[in-house]
């Protein structure tokens, strides 16, 4: 197994049109903290696995790969932009994906190298934006997730554009974040940040969330095909998150490059 890598070629300095000072600050305040179920990002943690059900199914259906077996993914590239902690790239990795991490907080990608070290995982994991990782020569790559970073960026459609050029032929881009709605005005934000203090106070602004459409949008003068939306929903029955046709809060957006 290769070593970790480390970021060789690239400053490990984030510098881009894309960054919120404001957010990459507040995430690496709490950078130390990513990979504590009980801690800041326990949300995460729960909603994982239905993000990773979804994300697998839908990259086997793609591929033509058996989700069910051990590297299931081998031969194939995945870049994860705005990776945090690595609570993605870990699991893309075990899945056989040689993966590529990106993130804005240099504190992120230290809390990541260091856990997947510690895993024995080879992630090339690197403090960069997508506009240095284009500018830099990376990809294209078969996979590119953008999951929960598009509402945190300065403009959002330069940056979901430059995501989708990085995106090689016969690959797909799966983007996921939070609807704006009143249910996700009164659940995702309020509820979730100031009831049930899923996440602290001022994660997030409502204000910045998008709807499917603008994605759509957004993407309309790449050479992509989007679907989707798919809703995520969460169950207080089962406390469990799953699929759903309910897409006013949490959902995902597939584009595919023929």
């Not at 239905?50 to 697998?56: G, P, V």
């Not at 016969?170 to 996440?199: D, H, P």
């Amino acid at each position: 197994m290769r070593k970790p890598q480390t970021g060789q070629g690239f400053s490990d300095i984030a510098e881009g049109a894309s960054i919120d000072p404001a957010d990459v600050a507040r995430f690496s305040a709490q950078a130390a903290e990513w990979w504590d179920a009980r801690g800041p990002f326990a949300p995460l943690h729960k909603f994982n696995p239905a993000r990773l059900a979804f994300i697998r199914s839908r990259l086997a259906e793609r591929f033509g790969r058996d989700p069910k077996t051990r590297d299931a993914f081998a031969g194939l590239s995945l870049i994860d932009i705005g990776c945090g902690g690595g609570l993605i790239s870990e699991p893309m990795r075990r899945m056989g994906f040689d993966v590529t991490a990106v993130d804005a907080s240099s504190e992120n990608i230290g809390t990541a190298r260091a856990h997947a070290a510690e895993q024995g995982l080879d992630i090339a994991y690197r403090a960069a934006t997508v506009e240095q990782m284009e500018a830099g020569g990376a990809g294209p790559f078969d996979v590119v997730l953008v999951l929960e970073i598009i509402e945190h960026v300065a403009d959002p459609k330069a940056f979901l554009r430059t995501c989708s050029r990085l995106v090689a032929p016969g690959g797909m881009m799966i983007v996921a974040t939070l609807n704006r709605t009143l249910k996700s005005l009164a659940l995702g934000k309020f509820a979730a940040e100031y009831v049930l203090r899923w996440v602290p106070a001022g994660t997030h602004d409502w204000r910045q969330f998008l709807k499917p459409d603008e994605i759509r949008m957004m993407l309309s003068e790449e050479p992509v095909a989007v679907t989707g939306p798919f809703g995520l929903n969460y169950s207080p029955l089962t406390d469990r998150w799953s699929e759903s046709d309910d897409a006013g809060i949490n959902f995902m957006m597939l584009a595919t490059r023929d």
